[in-house]
């Protein structure tokens, strides 16, 4: 029968102690367990769920006839599941709005959630960056502070803190770990005012943004594309005439002149074609922003706070 250990054993231990095993793999982070005495067990630390040998084998990409039959792990103490991501999560307290403080570390963060109640990453606040713990970036925190029709989106959980601890800040506020469509989705934005707080990833304000936009129709405004040396954003022509482009290229030129003189030559490239047009500009914070400033003078809902 093919074991946790005839398939780990020629892979260094990241940490072990006399309950556990951790090892990371091509990126990702496995911990080995045992739940009681009959048992031996894995959990993958992405969605947080147990695995068997046979989906270990696929997720490190071996072939389990690869692998010399070998005796189990054994550990000297048994483990609950929970209390070994509580260990592992090093969580302390865990407060209201889901705010931890740690055992060992003095880090504090919050915990995020991947589907409905289950815990799914935690978000650390470290000066100067935050960072997620662990793989699974589809998750986030929400908390509703009033009933107030405005919503209020940031990226950082030292932001996401400021807001909750703001008494003046009303309505919700969701903290996400990434821009994905599968989390902004999960944001009813119809009928609200928007905040969008920004954190040094200007591009996730742009993509959030764009989001929005396109989440007030069927068809898309715009479609964004990025390779982090070039922004692209097509602008179909049934949304957006070819005059309404040129007005907001020369909107966003005029931000850039201000800031750093008249001498400036075009930093967008504008390309039209009979489906709609191209704006090119390279990935550069204060482009986007110039970019996203010319974008929300024409929607009222929408703000954006640096």
Known sequence: MLTYRSILVDFPVRQKGDFYALYEINGMQYVIYAPNSKEISCIELCKFRDISPAELCLFIEKRSEEFALLEEFSFLHFVLRDD????????????????????????????????????????????????????????????????ERSLHICFCPSVFN????????????????????????????????????????????????????????????FILFSDNKQVSVFFPEERFELERVVNLIGSAENKIRTLFGSDIRSCYDLRSQSSGSYVFFRHVPVLIKSFISALIETDSKINVIY
């Open 84 to 147: 070994l991501i509580a260990y592992l999560f090093d969580i302390d307290k865990l407060n209201e709005h889901s705010f931890y403080e740690s055992y060992i570390s003095s880090q504090e963060g919050f915990l995020l959630y991947d589907k409905g109640s289950k815990a799914g990453n935690l978000y650390a606040m470290e000066d100067p960056t935050s960072m997620l713990l662990f793989d699974n970036s589809f998750c986030y925190q929400v908390v509703k502070k009033t009933d």
């Open 162 to 221: 400021r807001l909750i601890k703001n008494e003046e800040i009303l309505g919700t506020i969701y903290l996400l770990a990434n821009t994905s469509h599968f989390l902004l989705s999960k944001i009813d934005y119809q009928g609200f005012s928007v905040n969008i707080f920004s954190d040094t990833d200007l591009y996730k304000v742009l993509q959030t943004y764009i989001f929005l936009q396109n989440s007030k129709t069927q068809d898309p405004s």
